[in-house]
């Protein structure tokens, strides 16, 4: 296990390739880098990707919070998904902007063949229902049992909340968390999200505050009962 702290310095894409190296580790099992903010872009994003390439890694946390990462970048992380033995993946990527085509490459980790547990945190990234419909695609995932989407600070309304709500038809689901406050979700919404509750997950959580939710759809969200 290594974990590594290297918030608010100055690293750019050369300390992020020389972070890359460490896929060599030849008995590296769980790996944690914390590198927000620095100074990380496409190619920095490229080299840490690399590291689903380390032989027995099966559980990698990677912060890129307020750096540089862009669609590219969002697009060279999506490939984390060749990862043989990776289960459990956290990618925490708030503050980039890298928009709805970033939101939309990275539902490419449905394909992760060995992936159980999923956190994404894509705060404050200008997403909008166009990218939050790329990210329903993860309900296409046969392995994923736990997952948790943090959306917070973005532009999402009724229908990306819609599109949301298909997760339950992930086949392996069992957990599911959904960070979405401060968006524009309104009533209609709410009433898909609380559909959620209808499904025989083990646990679910949904963070609603800031939207534009009002009586009827808080109603739904509390009256829905489970099947």
């Known amino acids: 296990t290594l974990t ?17 190296t460490l896929k060599s580790a030849p008995q590296l099992t769980t790996l944690a880098l914390h590198l927000a903010p620095n100074q990380i872009a496409y190619d920095g994003a490229q080299a840490l990707s690399t590291l689903k390439d380390t032989s027995h890694l099966k559980s990698l946390t990677l912060n890129l919070g307020s750096n540089h990462v ?11 998904k060749d990862a043989r033995h990776l289960t459990s ?6 503050g980039n902007k890298f928009r709805d085509n970033g939101a939309e490459v990275l539902a490419a980790l449905k394909n992760a063949p060995s992936l159980k547990a999923l956190s994404l945190n894509l705060r404050r990234n200008q997403i909008r229902n166009k990218g939050v419909e790329g990210l329903s695609l993860l309900k296409e995932s ?6 948790a989407l943090d959306l917070a600070g973005n532009q999402i309304k009724d229908n ?5 709500a298909t997760l339950s038809a992930a086949p392996s689901l ?3 968390t959904l960070h979405l406050r401060g968006n524009h979700i309104g009533n209609r919404g709410a009433r898909a999200l609380a559909m959620l509750k209808t499904i025989s997950l083990q646990s679910l959580t949904l963070h609603l505050a800031g939207n534009q939710i009002k009586d009827k759809g808080e109603e739904a969200l509390v009256t829905t009962k489970p099947a």
Do not use: D, Q, Y
């Not at 590594?4 to 890359?20: E, K, Q, Y």
């Not at 862009?70 to 984390?80: E, K, Q, V």
């Not at 993946?89 to 708030?94: G, R």
């Not at 046969?142 to 997952?147: D, E, G, Q, V």
């Open 4 to 20: 590594m702290h290297l918030a608010s310095n100055r690293i750019s894409n050369r300390g992020a390739v020389a972070l890359g």
């Open 174 to 176: 069992t957990s599911l």
């Open 89 to 94: 993946l956290t990618l925490k990527l708030e």
């Open 70 to 80: 862009n669609f590219s970048g969002a697009r060279a992380l999506a490939s984390i």
């Open 142 to 147: 046969p392995s994923i049992t736990a997952l």
């Open 160 to 164: 990306g909340a819609r599109a949301l």
